[in-house]
């Protein structure tokens, strides 16, 4: 009965997006004639109605994950009764259909609010915002309900279910997809707004400001999503590496390359009034990567091109609205960027003149991703099978990043419109001095790649660049969004050094061990104490119990204690490694438990990663940046609304007073 | 789907792949002595693709087959082989799918014309938009 209910509110969500669309058609078109169209009075209360229905929808999918009911399909093929209530739930989101409908949901749910909130636009504008919003979610419903249906009954009921891949049963995956989720989705709103603004001809500061926070919410969920998922990559899969350039990895990366751009263009075009068509190009370009990533993700295409052309309804269904989508938004932009003036004009050297050089850097970092990441596929359809990784996109897309990361140090500095590079000689000087010094020192003590040597002098060049913006200024006066940026770029440097060093300075012990024995590992002695058989609630393991001491420290001092698993999951039958992380500030251990060798020894594998850590700290604080943004900018609009609505307020009292008198 | 399918079968009869119930070969979980040819191998090792995985290089991955790779890039990079010969030894048996680090071919020319491509087009864009906004302060 739940699952029908779910199914029927999908129905009616959908249908309330075509009535959402059908007004704002309606309402634009009769426009010019004088008399407003009276469906226009539908649109809003549409947008928030559809929200509505699709949580309906949403909660009867949790629903029949929780209760475990094995009449449904989804839940018969991807969870187990025996599953911690936690899995059961973010098992809900870890398949196809269910993450769709998560999608959808996100997607009406902010859908709702810019229809319950925002009242700053043109209400010509915002129909069209929300008539665009409308028209993208309809298509994911029709996805949804035709190829995709969530609440599928089965004939016969499963006696029991399938099972989460153990992989996936982690809290990390309750968490990472749910997360990139909303950053895609505000990325689709940022692209209502720029179809809206497009529509209507109105690429203005206003557009800027009331779709930024959009762009800087959807790019800190990425920011975070892609931290996340990097961490539990890393700890996860058991063999310590963070990033491999998996083309799953570069579906979040390409939106949020392309946001970052967003983001910062956005904040021209509303402070400045210029880089008008280009930050449109942009929204439309964010969200064509955040389609085109969950196409990659959720259409097969990757696990085998030619799974995908046996089986391809769904790959082609997103194909399509894919081709509509950004087809359409590429046409229209191509139909009205002649009428959008290109604002503003500005010096090279100047604050708008770095932004720009930063730009189109980072659209040609996400040229390359691209191209790596789809490269492969193209020629897979052609029989031709090449494998693009780190080896190909570490240099080639150093080639964009790393002048991007110099640039970065100085914009900051700059004045608007224009400015000298004479006047800011003096930080310039500075931060070359302290990139030579790294480099040096570097170079000079440790035998390591350029890469990494070049990636830590920028890191300490930007560390010290990211803070300058605050000299000479009274620090409790600045403005949060100054802040943030200030903390943003802060965190670029911390995660540039975590990864540098962390390729330079890793080292790794693979042992085979008796109970008793030690190993060394980096600067750590680690001794074998035993291995213990244990049971989780869907798992056995063996867990080994580590002695962790520095190697200078005694035999007899307090050691530090790791208890790394090698479990055996039973629904489905899967083994997996558990690792176990022995954390200091200045890095990770990372032990890893693996089989029994016929003399009875066992297999470790250690690695001793310094600063590691830094990458995600610094992925944390990058996202902390932004929100602190968020709040300065939001905070600052709420008073500049409330002095408007005073003035307004006393204004009429004059009146009034005036036509008393 | 079947193409893959077929590569697998026949990389399953390859003579030198143990099956899954033989002990991993002596080089897939150890060590070599010499630091610097293990860094060697680790390299090497890092930018081959474990076949029997998805998105996995032999440096890491539990897969029978990526360990008996491991073990034949240790020994033969510890009989004083190189590392780049090795992966061309690799790439002529299991084809150019085996290697991370694509070479310039008649297929792959693209992934190094379009990143040149991108460095003009950048350079052009930039060079144009910011000249241009000298040319014409308001």
């Known amino acids: 009965m739940i699952a029908e209910i779910g199914l029927a509110s999908l129905w009616l969500a959908a249908v309330l997006a075509l009535l959402q669309l059908a007004g704002g058609v309606l309402a634009f078109r009769t426009d010019g004639t004088g008399g407003e169209n009276p469906m226009g009075m539908f649109i809003r209360p549409a947008a928030i109605v559809q929200a509505f229905f699709a949580a309906c929808s949403f909660v009867a999918l949790l629903y029949v994950f929780a209760v475990t009911d094995l009449s449904v399909k989804l839940v018969a093929a991807n969870s187990h009764s025996a599953k911690p209530m936690i899995f059961k739930l973010a098992g ?365 002098a920028l890191a300490a060049i930007l560390a010290v660049a990211s803070f300058i913006p605050l000299r000479r200024r009274k620090l409790t006066r600045v403005p949060l969004a100054t802040w943030g940026m200030v903390v943003a770029h802060f965190g670029i440097a911390v995660a540039l050094f975590g990864m540098a060093s962390e390729s330079a300075f890793s080292s790794e012990r693979l042992a085979a061990l008796e109970v008793g024995e030690t190993a060394q590992a980096g600067p750590w002695r680690v001794t074998l104490n035993g291995v213990d058989p244990v049971a989780g609630p869907n798992w056995t393991a063996l867990e080994g119990r580590l002695a962790v001491r520095a190697e200078d420290a005694s035999r007899t001092s307090e050691p530090i204690m790791m208890a790394p698993q090698s479990r055996t999951f039973w629904a489905p039958v899967q083994q997996t490694t558990e690792s176990a992380l022995a954390t200091r500030w200045n890095g990770q251990l990372y032990a890893v438990l693996g089989n029994q060798l016929d003399d009875g020894r066992w297999q470790l594998r250690l690695w001793w990663k310094p600063f590691v850590t830094f990458i995600w700290y610094g992925g944390l604080l990058i996202a902390f940046g932004g929100v602190l943004s968020i709040i300065g900018r939001v905070r600052k609009d709420l008073t500049r609304r409330s002095v408007r609505s005073r003035l307004a307020s006393r204004r009429a009292d004059e009146r009034a007073l005036e036509a008393a008198a | 789907m079947k193409g893959f399918a077929i590569l697998l079968a026949l990389l399953a009869a390859t003579p030198s792949l143990a099956q899954d119930s033989m002990p991993p070969a002596p080089y897939a979980y150890n060590q070599l002595d010499d630091p610097a040819q293990e860094a060697e191998a680790r390299e090497l090792m890092e930018s081959l693709r474990c076949l029997t995985c998805q998105s996995q290089s032999i440096a890491d991955s539990d897969a029978p087959m990526a360990g008996d790779m491991r073990h034949q890039v240790r020994s033969r990079i510890a009989s004083g082989e190189h590392p780049e010969h090795i992966r061309g030894w690799m790439m002529e048996r299991y084809g150019d799918y085996i290697s991370y680090e694509p070479r310039m071919s008649r297929t792959t020319w693209p992934l190094f014309a379009v990143p040149l491509l991108l460095i003009l087009v950048a350079g052009i864009a930039l060079s144009r938009r910011l000249r241009r906004s000298k040319a014409e302060p308001s």
């Not at chain 1, 998996?246 to 400045?272: C, K």
């Not at chain 1, 930050?279 to 439309?284: A, C, F, N, P, S």
């Not at chain 1, 990757?302 to 769904?314: I, K, Q």
Request: with cysteine.
């Open chain 1, 92 to 456: 809900s989101w870890g398949n196809h259909e269910g993450s769709m409908l998560l999608w959808v949901t996100v997607m009406a749910f902010s859908g709702a609010l810019i229809a319950a909130l925002e009242r700053r636009l043109p209400e010509r504008m915002m129909q069209a915002t929300l008539a665009a919003q409308g028209f993208v979610a309809l298509g994911f419903y029709a996805f949804l309900l035709f190829s995709s249906n969530p609440f599928e009954r089965l004939e016969v009921p499963a006696p029991e279910g399938m099972g989460l891949n153990p992989l996936l049963q982690d809290i990390g995956l309750a968490l990472h997809p749910p997360v990139l989720y909303f950053g895609y989705v505000g990325l689709s709103v940022a692209f209502s707004f720029a179809v809206g603004a497009l529509l209507t001809r109105q690429v203005t500061p206003e557009f800027a400001r009331v779709s930024r926070p959009w762009v800087l919410a959807a790019w800190v969920c990425l920011t975070m999503g892609i931290t996340a998922g990097s961490y539990w990559a890393y700890y996860e899969l058991g063999w310590g590496g963070w990033w491999f350039w998996d083309p799953v990895e570069n579906a979040s990366l390409m939106p949020w390359l392309a946001a970052t751009a967003l983001l910062h263009s956005i904040s021209v075009l509303a402070a400045r009034d210029a880089l008008r068509a280009w930050t449109i190009l942009l929204g439309v370009i964010a969200f064509s990567m955040s389609m085109l990533g969950t196409f990659l993700v959720r259409s097969g295409i990757l696990t085998s091109v030619h799974a995908f052309a046996v089986d391809p309804e769904r790959g082609m269904f997103i194909l399509v609205l894919l081709g509509i989508y950004i087809g359409g938004a590429l046409l229209l932009f191509g139909l009205r960027a002649g009428a959008v003036a290109e604002g503003e004009r500005f010096a090279a050297t100047s604050r708008e003149g770095a932004l720009v050089v930063n730009n189109v850097l980072l659209s040609a970092t996400l040229g390359i991703v691209l191209l790596g990441t789809l490269y492969p596929l193209l020629t897979e359809a052609f029989d031709v099978r090449v494998s693009v990784g780190p080896n190909y996109f570490n240099p080639v897309s150093a080639i964009f990043v790393l002048p991007m990361l110099v640039v970065m140090a100085i914009g900051p500095l700059l004045r608007w419109r224009r400015d000298r590079l004479e006047r800011v000689m003096k930080p310039l000087a500075l931060l070359t001095v302290i990139g030579a010094v790294v480099l040096a020192i570097v170079a000079l003590v440790a035998d390591i790649a350029f890469l990494p040597l070049v990636g830590l």
